[in-house]
């Protein structure tokens, strides 16, 4: 039986190497930190306060079901901080019970009283607006509201990923927020009829479909210009040359913004550290970091601009509180389904 | 009689209890993330199943159903045909296409629609080469078929999954007498007539059981089908969970794709009822291969090359093109290796143990009377439909409970706390890794055994070898094909896999895939050639193994007459 023989030597040496592979358990002094947001985006800052405290931190990145995660490893958990992008994220983590508030005057101090919760569950890192691209040589328009997207001007003009996507969940929700859900299901219908192309992609897949002549406006994060903009790939540069950036509004309110932000979890094992991450990750080092190599807006009104960001044009954020819009997502999703707005 | 009755099934239970109580163990451990999922399912505080029912549903089956249809149709059509030539007939390449044809099984489903909609797309090389030579200005001036699409999807996945169906149907071709189809030839039927109604309907249960591979594999997809905005099942389940904030709505849909898996299953049984056909793989029984010449040889070396040049040399150029960009701009980066060690354990870990348990499942069946054991086995193989997040999802809250009694235990009897030991190493990826994939290995072993006559058993149990030693001396050497087969698809399909990589797996730990998958999230998946290629490389070599053991006929002479077997017992 040499095969056997092998099969338990294969399971003997894999299971040792799980057993080495295990990490420390909690006693340690590092801070745990589960994200939604890939690692290279945040490593950078992360560096920062590892070299500045000496306090490691160690990362898990998936696009979903930390939140579930946390729930199910339960009081064992090892997760200390959840960072997610989209206030929906941080809801679903709010809402399974994964969180506890913190109360931080410095926190306070550094972050506008509408990108944190009024009873300190989350807190944004950062801020990014859902703006239009647009064609260079082909668009005249110059300001925009998100309501004349739904305008039979744009007729087969324009490109969107999926309506089922987070960042255009948000941006619904944010509609019925505002103008409620009939208003929406028939602004959403005339937008759908306004599609170039079926929803699908990325963001910026709209920005490569303006060079390509597919479409002349498509709705996406301002971020991705940057990173468009400045990428190492020619490629990428060209599309992101092909388009100007024009920040929507909604009549008589603001440009949708969306954040990223993080929790602390219910059960950090190591809540004084996690504690000064979430400090430090406000301070003006750290958001500098986070404009300069993703291009977003620094939550603390006064940290330095990257100047690729500055040339978005100016900022003028939408008043509606992010908890509103959360409470909405899902009736927007479900219109989303309700118009056939993917199909 | 009565009491002898009594006595045979006092007997019978005696002997199977074994079987019986280790097949009835290992189904409950593999099942658990279904019954977490069920759990889930049944736990809805909101009601959201009459938007499922009116909204959801309607589209994603029609979409999922157009889905399974076509990808059916490629992968049957490809993988029969290839196979049939490359097992019967002689033609410039076919030694190459023969272990070449498997290739495109090495490529994960999501990096070849990432390839694909950046090769085809409005701003993709053949399109702007297209507006080049034509002189258009515009993406609007032209048709062009639209990659990112329902039958781009069909094309993505039928490329990459019409292996398992040539897998299957070349070995059976490769087997199957050639006395039989020289008699259908003598008796005046043309080659076609020989291909179209011997050869393929004694092929039918292998060409099943590849054909279900491969539209589970399609039914599971995400990350493709999310790509390609094909609106699937496996799409809505994620939307209603992401966006609606409804797992348990996620989880209804997730049973309805369970019950697709059903339905497929009984499918492939119903395709193969009462067709066992064992012995007949003396080599001298095999007919000599047709030399084709001039056009038809051509028209076969294009057959070939087509399916093998989409489903992965183009991909494969493609990244080794990026992947020979990044390193010669940025360097090697060593952390590579890392990644590549991660990968190897997990895969590897979980292939040994697939085939362990495949192994074990296949014999009890194969040595079942009654349906009891035979269900439980058909129920292991559940995991294999589920979208990787959504069995990730139902694996957590067992695999939790398992750490929860042991850390309690240790605690108590040793005040030492183990914590999350599953969930803390690499053993929860290990585990979803072989919920997922046990089918593979059940399925590839059982047809392993329907290859080979129960008489030899018989005989070397008359023979007075106990039942464990005619399997370790007379049935074990014989399957060795079978489980090298199983243990590299197992291997292979757990090096691409993603989603329940990324949910389950320890804290600063990353694989190929997921490193990969940093990347596309970052939206520069060129960045991650190198680890997409490695992906690819490391399920290349098995799988140029594979296509070698799997062509070694039976010894000679070992196979009982064949006519003895057919029907069940």
Same mark, same amino acid.
């Given at each position: ?6 099969v338990?030597r ?12 295990a990490?420390? @358990? ?8 589960y ?7 945040i490593r !950078?800052a ?13 990362t898990l ?6 939140a ?5 490893e339960?009081?064992?958990s090892?997760?200390?901080? @959840?960072?997610?992008?989209?206030i ?10 994964v969180?506890q508030?913190?109360k931080?005057d ?25 703006i ?13 509201t ?5 305008? !039979?001007k ?9 309506g089922q996507?987070?960042?255009?969940t948000s @941006?619904f929700?944010?509609?019925i927020?505002k103008?409620?859900?009939a208003?929406?299901?028939t602004?959403?219908?005339g937008?759908?009829a306004?599609?170039a192309?079926?929803p ?8 490569r ?28 540069r060209k599309?992101?040359n ?6 929507p509004?909604?009549?008589?309110g603001?440009?949708?913004?969306n954040?990223?932000g ?7 094992p190591?809540r ?11 301070s %003006?080092?750290?958001?500098? &970091?986070?404009?300069d190599?993703n ?9 330095? &601009?990257?100047?690729?960001v500055k040339s ?7 008043? @509606?509180?992010?908890?509103?819009v ?5 009736a927007?999703?479900?219109l989303v %389904?309700k118009?056939?707005?993917d199909? | ?5 009594l006595?045979?099934?006092g ?7 074994a079987?019986?109580?280790?097949t009835a163990l ?8 279904v ?6 399912a ?5 009601n959201?199943?009459?938007h ?5 549903l309607?589209n ?5 159903a157009?889905?399974l ?5 490629v ?6 045909v ?8 002689r033609?410039?390449?076919?030694r190459?296409? $023969? ?7 090495a490529?994960?489903t999501?990096?070849?629609?990432y390839c694909y ?5 409005a701003f993709?090389?053949?399109q702007?080469t ?6 258009? /200005?515009s993406r ?9 699409s329902l ?8 490329l ?12 059976v071709?490769?087997?199957?007498s ?5 008699v259908a ?6 080659r076609?007539?020989?291909?179209f109604?011997?050869?393929v ?9 590849g ?6 594999e ?15 099942l496996?799409v ?6 992401v966006n609606?904030?409804?797992?348990a709505?996620?989880a209804?849909?997730?049973?309805v794709m369970?019950l697709?898996?059903?339905a497929?299953i009984?499918l ?6 009462r067709?066992?056909?064992?012995g007949s793989?003396?080599?001298h $029984?095999?007919g000599?291969?047709?030399q ?15 399916p093998l +040049?989409l489903?992965f040399l ?14 010669a701009?940025n360097g090697? $980066?060593?952390e ?5 060690r ?9 292939a040994?143990i697939?085939?362990?348990?495949g192994?074990?499942?296949?014999? /009890?069946?194969?040595?079942?009377r009654?349906?009891a054991l035979?269900a439980?086995?058909r ?5 294999y +439909? ?6 990730a999802i ?5 695999l939790?409970?398992f $750490?929860?009694?042991?850390d ?7 005040g030492?706390p183990?914590?999350l030991?599953i969930?803390?190493?690499? +053993?929860?990826v ?11 290995a059940?399925?590839?072993v059982?047809t392993?055994?329907?290859?080979i006559?129960?008489h030899?058993?018989?005989?070397a ?5 106990t039942?464990i030693g005619?399997l370790?001396? #007379?049935?074990l050497?014989l ?7 199983a243990?590299?698809? #197992?291997?292979v399909d757990?090096?691409k ?5 990324l949910?389950l797996?320890?804290l600063d730990?990353?694989?190929?895939s997921t490193?990969?998958?940093g990347y ?9 050639a ?5 992906i ?12 070698r053991?799997s062509r ?9 007459p064949?006519?003895?077997?057919s029907?069940s017992?």
């Amino acid at each position: 039986m040499v095969r056997g023989r092998l099969v338990a030597r294969l399971v003997g040496a894999a299971t040792l190497s799980w057993l080495a592979a295990a990490p420390a @358990l909690a006693q340690s002094n590092d801070v745990n930190l589960y994200t939604y947001r890939e690692p290279g985006l945040i490593r !950078p800052a992360l560096e920062a306060f590892t070299k500045a405290t000496g306090i490691k931190v160690n990362t898990l990145f998936a696009a979903d079901g930390l939140a579930q995660r946390m729930r199910s490893e339960g009081v064992n958990s090892p997760a200390d901080l @959840l960072i997610a992008v989209d206030i929906g994220r941080l809801q679903e983590a709010i809402d399974l019970g994964v969180t506890q508030p913190v109360k931080s005057d410095a926190l306070d101090k550094a972050i506008p009283a509408q990108f944190r919760d009024p009873q300190g569950q989350w807190h944004a890192l950062t801020l990014r607006s859902r703006i239009a691209y647009v064609a260079k040589d082909r668009v005249a328009d110059t300001d925009l509201t998100y309501e004349g997207l739904a305008d !039979p001007k744009w007729r087969g003009k324009i490109c969107i990923r999926s309506g089922q996507h987070p960042y255009n969940t948000s @941006l619904f929700a944010a509609f019925i927020a505002k103008h409620g859900e009939a208003k929406t299901e028939t602004w959403l219908k005339g937008l759908k009829a306004n599609l170039a192309r079926k929803p699908s992609g990325g963001d910026r897949e709209g920005a490569r479909d303006i060079l390509a002549g597919v479409c002349d406006l498509a709705i996406g994060n301002s971020y991705y210009v940057g990173l468009m903009r400045n990428a190492k790939e020619e490629d990428q540069r060209k599309w992101g040359n092909a388009i100007r950036t024009i920040n929507p509004t909604f009549e008589g309110g603001g440009t949708h913004v969306n954040i990223s932000g993080l929790v602390m979890a219910k059960h950090a094992p190591n809540r004084a550290n996690a504690a000064k991450l979430m400090e430090f990750l406000v301070s %003006d080092s750290a958001q500098h &970091i986070f404009s300069d190599l993703n291009y977003e807006y620094p939550v603390v009104a006064e940290a330095p &601009i990257a100047d690729t960001v500055k040339s978005f044009g100016a900022l003028r954020p939408d008043s @509606l509180s992010l908890n509103d819009v959360a409470k909405h997502r899902k009736a927007a999703s479900t219109l989303v %389904d309700k118009v056939g707005f993917d199909r | 009689m009565h009491s002898g009755a009594l006595a045979r099934v006092g007997a019978w239970l005696h002997q199977d209890r074994a079987a019986l109580t280790a097949t009835a163990l290992v189904a409950a451990i593999i099942v658990a993330p279904v019954a977490g999922l069920l759990a889930i399912a049944g736990s809805a505080q909101d009601n959201v199943w009459p938007h499922v029912v009116h909204v959801v549903l309607p589209n994603a089956i029609t979409d999922t159903a157009l889905l399974l249809l076509g990808v059916g149709l490629v992968v049957t059509v490809t993988g029969v045909v290839t196979a049939w030539l490359v097992a019967t007939c002689r033609f410039p390449g076919q030694r190459l296409f $023969d272990w070449a044809l498997l290739m495109p099984l090495a490529m994960p489903t999501y990096i070849v629609a990432y390839c694909y909609v950046d090769l085809l797309d409005a701003f993709g090389p053949v399109q702007s080469t297209f507006r080049h030579l034509f002189g258009f /200005a515009s993406r609007r001036d032209y048709w062009f078929p639209e990659v990112r699409s329902l039958y781009g999807g069909i094309f993505v996945m039928g490329l990459v999954l019409y292996p398992y169906v040539y897998l299957c149907a070349r070995a059976v071709f490769l087997m199957q007498s050639a006395a039989v189809l020289d008699v259908a030839r003598t008796l005046g039927a043309s080659r076609r007539a020989a291909f179209f109604r011997i050869a393929v309907p004694l092929a039918r249960p292998a060409i099943a059981v590849g054909v279900a591979l491969a539209l589970m594999e399609t039914l599971n997809d995400i990350g493709a089908s999310e790509y390609l905005g094909v609106q699937s099942l496996s799409v809505a389940v994620y939307a209603t969970w992401v966006n609606r904030g409804s797992l348990a709505g996620a989880a209804q849909i997730a049973c309805v794709m369970l019950l697709i898996v059903v339905a497929l299953i009984l499918l492939e049984r119903f395709g193969r009822r009462r067709q066992r056909y064992a012995g007949s793989a003396r080599t001298h $029984d095999r007919g000599s291969p047709v030399q084709l010449t001039g056009t038809r040889a051509w028209a076969a070396f294009a057959a070939c090359l087509a399916p093998l +040049a989409l489903g992965f040399l183009v991909p494969a150029s493609f990244l080794a093109r990026e992947a020979v960009h990044l390193i010669a701009n940025n360097g090697f $980066d060593p952390e590579f290796f890392v990644l590549i060690r991660h990968s190897m354990t997990l895969a590897g870990s979980a292939a040994a143990i697939a085939c362990a348990l495949g192994f074990m499942l296949a014999h /009890a069946e194969q040595h079942a009377r009654g349906h009891a054991l035979g269900a439980m086995v058909r129920l292991t193989g559940l995991g294999y +439909a589920l979208p990787g997040t959504v069995l990730a999802i139902g694996a957590m809250a067992p695999l939790v409970a398992f $750490d929860n009694v042991i850390d309690a235990a240790m605690r108590n009897l040793f005040g030492v706390p183990t914590g999350l030991l599953i969930m803390g190493s690499g +053993a929860a990826v290990i585990y979803a890794y072989v919920v997922r994939f046990l089918a593979v290995a059940t399925g590839t072993v059982e047809t392993g055994f329907h290859k080979i006559s129960p008489h030899l058993e018989m005989a070397a149990r008359t023979l007075g070898r106990t039942r464990i030693g005619a399997l370790a001396t #007379v049935e074990l050497p014989l399957l060795r094909p079978a489980v090298a087969t199983a243990a590299l698809l #197992v291997f292979v399909d757990a090096m691409k896999e993603l989603p329940a990589t990324l949910l389950l797996r320890p804290l600063d730990f990353e694989t190929l895939s997921t490193s990969v998958y940093g990347y596309a999230a970052r939206g520069s998946f060129e960045q991650g050639a190198v680890a997409a290629l490695a992906i690819v490389v490391a399920g290349f070599l098995p799988v140029v193994w594979l296509a070698r053991t799997s062509r070694i006929p039976l010894p000679q002479d070992m196979t009982a007459p064949s006519g003895f077997t057919s029907g069940s017992h």
